[in-house]
């Protein structure tokens, strides 16, 4: 997904608006928010995230990306495409991560990301 799809986003936040939360029934909020359970639990399943609500992590992740959210922090915080894109990086995919064990020395392990 890249800034090439806010006019969908954008749509999908018009909905929200809308009496009983329907931007969140949309088939395109819908269908992204089925294929991000779908890597997450995936993850899950692999050891490599976590152990975490896969459901409430999409709808997270989701929030997270929104235009008017993107566009604030652009426009009002004057954060840069980069800085926003590391931010949700550090807390969607690295936050998550399982740390790696390494053995540096017979018994001992030392973590890392």
Not at 22 to 51: C, M, S
Request: avoid cysteine; aromatic fraction near 8%.
């Amino acid at each position: 997904m890249t800034e090439i799809h806010l006019s969908l986003f954008t749509l999908v936040m018009e909905l929200a608006e809308s009496p009983h939360h329907k931007a969140y029934q949309n088939p395109f909020y819908t269908a992204l928010h089925q294929r991000i359970r779908q890597l997450l639990a995936k993850a899950v399943a692999q050891g490599e995230t976590r152990d975490l609500d896969v459901s409430f992590t999409a709808d997270a992740i989701l929030a997270a990306i929104m235009p008017s959210l993107y566009e604030f922090q652009q426009q009002t915080r004057n954060f840069s495409r980069e800085r926003i894109m590391a931010g949700i990086r550090r807390v969607f995919i690295d936050g998550l991560r399982v740390p790696t064990q390494h053995t540096t020395a017979p018994g001992m392990k030392v973590e890392t990301s």
